[in-house]
């Protein structure tokens, strides 16, 4: 997948929740399908991971993102 760009490539996807005091935010895809978590402050998209199947379908930096406790 070529690197997304947020807010550009978000357009529908609907807050989940935040982590770290705000400075990051889980989005979920407009068909629930799908989970992005991204750094607000430089709006970097850390990853994006398949919800019914647990894979990455982006891994911007998947190794902060399982640490911030992107799971699903």
Not at 22 to 47: A, Q, W
Request: with cysteine; aromatic share 10%.
């Amino acid at each position: 997948m070529e690197q997304p760009k947020y807010p550009d490539d978000f357009k529908g996807w609907r807050p989940i929740y935040t982590l770290l005091d705000t400075r990051y935010v889980v989005l979920e895809s407009p068909d629930g399908s799908m989970e992005s978590c991204i750094h607000l402050e430089d709006k970097d998209v850390v990853g994006i991971k398949d919800k019914a199947t647990g894979m990455d379908i982006y891994d911007g930096n998947i190794w902060l993102a399982k640490r911030l406790g992107l799971k699903r």
